[in-house]
């Protein structure tokens, strides 16, 4: 039987070496997450058709990486779009890190990070000490004059920690083969099983109104039960539904965001999201019966994230002659390529419905129907530190 939810994300970075609104205080994990949504939100705006899938966490991760290696203007414009504290977020972080792969929820989300490095290259002690104590990242050198096999490797690594479902992140021309230094990695791996299961009998063929104005036939999954729904609206007045699915363990949710009015365009709400949205839709919500219908779908994406990044105002750190990444190596350094991949599988799977919704299934009354069948967004919290793992816009499950 397929596992219920599945995703897996890579982040890349290569670096090549030079010849010559919240009242409270966002946490460290809804600072990260709010530059990853806004790369997010410029790419859905150039994809507005197509289904795009994403992790804001991963980009923050790969950034908090390279962190410790920035100096002057390079390190400033990162603290800047990552709104850390310029003294020491590290502490912050490997705490983040500690919750997010708890043993509590250790089935659900495995982060594994690695820096891969040329044969020789001299790190400094420190920068490779200080991601090792806040991300257990692992260091591995590989010999770059061999694009095909040190890609090959790197490869290797991403897919044995992606559980398989992310089998390719880098292709060999991808590396300069004499100026590749560094490749740095992060992988997201979520497994969920839903708090209330979908039961696979009740998925029917229903159609689903794709975001290219086409009518599709698609599997929808439908269950009867107690939902966290709330009406929430757009400064511009635009009103969209929220449907909180919570997992096994009230760790982490799926949040489904859909524009109310059918003729919407899911656009017109992705601007508005960040986690200070996210927050306030918890006041918004109340528990009550619904039918819900949601398809079932898979999708991946790859996203180069140099130009989003860049349109944030980290431009230093890709170019050869502003990047300064002195504290990470003595030789003049720049980041080449940043890329993610992410892949979700969303189904019925998941734990036996608990004997409270199995009273609810009972009940005669016909609450109303809540049928998920248009273009829609989905956020993936963890809801300790508001984290946002995964997001994605679904325009044709």
């Known amino acids: 039987m397929e596992h219920l939810f599945l995703f897996g994300l890579c982040a890349l970075v290569a670096l090549y070496g030079d010849k010559g609104v919240l009242s409270q205080a966002p946490s460290y994990g809804e600072r990260g997450s709010d530059l990853g949504i806004q790369v997010f939100q410029q790419v859905a705006q150039s994809k507005p058709q197509e289904n795009v899938v994403f992790s804001p966490h991963g980009v923050a991760s790969i950034l908090?990486?390279?962190?410790?290696?920035?100096?002057?203007?390079?390190?400033?414009?990162?603290?800047?779009?990552?709104?850390?504290?310029?003294?020491?977020?590290?502490k912050m972080l490997k705490k983040l890190h500690k919750t997010l792969t708890a043993k509590s929820n250790q089935d659900t989300v495995?982060?594994?990070?690695?820096?891969?490095?040329?044969?020789g290259f001299p790190m400094e002690e420190m920068f490779v000490a200080t991601n090792k104590a806040n991300f257990q990242c692992e260091s591995r050198s590989l010999n770059f004059s061999n694009p095909d096999a040190a890609a090959d490797e790197i490869n290797e690594w991403v897919n044995n920690k992606t559980k398989g479902h992310i089998p390719s992140l880098i292709k060999a021309d991808m590396l300069d083969a004499a100026l590749t230094r560094l490749v740095?990695?992060?992988?997201?791996?979520?497994?969920?099983?839903?708090?209330?299961?979908?039961?696979?009998?009740?998925?029917?063929?229903?159609?689903?109104?794709?975001?290219?104005?086409?009518?599709?036939?698609?599997?929808?999954?439908?269950?009867?039960?107690?939902?966290?729904?709330?009406?929430?609206?757009?400064?511009?007045?635009?009103?969209?539904?929220?449907?909180?699915?919570?997992?096994?363990?009230?760790?982490?949710?799926?949040?489904?965001?859909?524009?109310s009015e059918e003729d919407m365009p899911l656009s017109r709400v992705i601007p508005h999201i960040s986690t200070a949205t996210v927050q306030s839709w918890t006041k918004l919500m109340h528990m009550r019966k619904v039918r819900l219908l949601i398809p079932k779908f898979t999708v991946d994406a790859e996203v180069d994230l140099k130009a989003p990044l860049s349109a944030l105002g980290l431009t230093d750190m890709f170019s050869q002659d502003k990047a300064d990444?002195?504290?990470?190596?003595?030789?003049?350094?720049?980041?080449?390529?940043?890329?993610?991949?992410?892949?979700?599988?969303?189904?019925?799977?998941?734990?036996?419905?608990?004997?409270?919704?199995?009273?609810?299934?009972?009940?005669?009354?016909?609450?109303?129907?809540?049928?998920?069948?248009?273009?829609?967004?989905?956020?993936?919290?963890?809801?300790?530190?508001?984290?946002?793992i995964f997001m994605g816009q679904i325009n044709r499950p």
């Open 64 to 90: 908090g990486m390279l962190l410790p290696g920035a100096h002057g203007e390079t390190r400033k414009q990162m603290l800047n779009a990552l709104r850390y504290k310029k003294n020491g977020p590290y």
């Open 110 to 119: 495995m982060i594994a990070n690695g820096m891969f490095s040329q044969k």
């Open 184 to 259: 740095t990695v992060n992988s997201i791996y979520f497994k969920g099983s839903w708090k209330s299961r979908f039961q696979p009998e009740n998925t029917k063929m229903r159609p689903f109104n794709g975001g290219d104005g086409k009518v599709y036939k698609v599997p929808m999954m439908s269950q009867l039960s107690v939902f966290n729904i709330g009406m929430a609206t757009t400064p511009q007045g635009l009103k969209y539904k929220v449907i909180e699915l919570p997992y096994q363990g009230d760790t982490i949710s799926m949040l489904i965001v859909l524009p």
């Open 325 to 388: 990444f002195r504290h990470l190596c003595a030789e003049p350094v720049h980041v080449s390529k940043a890329l993610q991949k992410a892949k979700t599988i969303v189904n019925e799977d998941g734990t036996k419905a608990a004997a409270a919704t199995t009273a609810i299934l009972l009940a005669r009354s016909s609450p109303p129907w809540v049928t998920v069948d248009r273009p829609f967004l989905f956020l993936i919290r963890h809801n300790q530190t508001g984290t946002i």
